[in-house]
Structure formats: C-alpha cells, structure tokens
Nanobody
C-alpha cells in the first residue's frame, strides 16, 4: 500500500502547458509501474502514460509527442509534463502505483483546457 497525492492541475488555455506531480508516501524504487490515468465527465477512465522501474515508458496515442512521464526515486515522485494542451485533454488525472498484487490510486487532480 502506498498513498498518492496529485498536484499541479488547473485551468490553462489551449496550447499551454502543465506539470502534474504525484507524491508517494514511501520509496518508489521498488514499485514496478507508475502511471497516469484520466477520466473526463461521462467517459471511461483511460491510461495516459506509464513508466516502469527501469524507465520504460508507454503513452496513449493521443498524447504521444506532447506528454512526458518521468519519475524521481529520490523524491518519491512521478511527474507528467503536458505540453500543447488541447480541450480534449480536459479530465481528472489520477496517479497510479502498481506492484503486484497491489494497485493504489491518488485522489485526482482536475485539468481544464479552454478553447
């Protein structure tokens, strides 16, 4: 079990940038996969990006080239740098930590991109 707290969300105009942070309550070096998910109103939660303990990254097709996920084990934090934001990026963004058999989630942070 690990507690996750997201921050950095807010309101931004299309084309702008935001950097989300997810602070973990324990060392994250042993957590196999950290990820960001998002859920727009009335929509299913979708995977945005993941990063493994060895630094392998995966991105949803819709964010490739715009978003970058990273992790800092010394700060127990995972980040999501979001550039060239679009209105369709508007959602609540959730941090996820997966270490079998556990799956922990943060409370979410709202990202709103205006036209």
């Amino acid at each position: 079990q690990v507690q996750l707290v997201e921050s950095g969300g807010g309101l931004v105009q299309a084309g702008g940038s935001l950097r989300l942070s997810c602070a973990a309550s324990r060392n994250i070096f042993s957590i196999n996969t950290l990820g960001w998910y998002r859920q727009a109103p009335g929509k299913q939660r979708e995977l945005v990006a993941t990063i493994t303990s060895i630094g392998s990254r995966n991105y949803a097709e819709s964010v490739k080239g715009r978003f970058t996920i990273s992790r800092d084990n010394t700060k127990n934090t995972v980040y999501l740098q979001m550039n060239s934001l679009k209105p369709e990026d508007t959602a609540v963004y959730y941090c996820n930590a997966h270490r079998w058999p556990h799956d922990d989630w943060g409370q979410g942070t709202q990202v709103t991109v205006s036209s």
